[in-house]
């Protein structure tokens, strides 16, 4: 008998591991802090969904869709509809953008990070 996860957590972990070829390239251009000093979460649990990657500092969701998203627009649009209604900018990129133009991706990410303000950290005294 498998395991079938059923905590987001637990979904947010197989997904990590399972990630496809696209989100693999992106998440070697996000993670460690590369972009503009920002940490990047990956397969993040956000309400009812699990968002590809997010930075929790500029509440900015960049979603990687492969070629099944075609056929859920709608399904896409509620979702991305929720995460603005909690405050979070969502970013959709397909598959084939990510592995043909990543330079491109990461551009437009970066300039979507230069219109989002950043929270305000309280410093420790």
């Known amino acids: 008998m498998s395991f079938e996860p059923t905590l987001p957590r637990d979904t ?18 996000l993670r460690r802090h590369q972009m503009k000093g920002l940490q990047f979460r990956r397969q993040y649990p956000i309400g009812p969904f699990i968002a590809d990657f997010v930075c929790l500092e500029t509440k900015l969701i960049i979603e990687v869709d492969g070629s ?9 649009e509620s979702r991305s509809e929720f995460l603005r209604d909690a405050g979070y900018k ?4 397909w598959n084939y953008e990510v592995i043909r133009e990543i330079d491109l991706v990461v551009q437009r990410i970066a300039d979507a990070l230069e219109l989002v303000p950043r929270k305000i950290r309280k410093q420790r005294l």
């Open 12 to 29: 947010a972990r197989k997904l990590r591991r399972g990630q496809t070829e696209a989100e693999q390239k992106l998440w070697a251009r």
């Open 68 to 76: 099944q998203h075609a056929d859920q627009t709608d399904r896409d």
């Open 90 to 93: 969502v970013l959709r990129f």
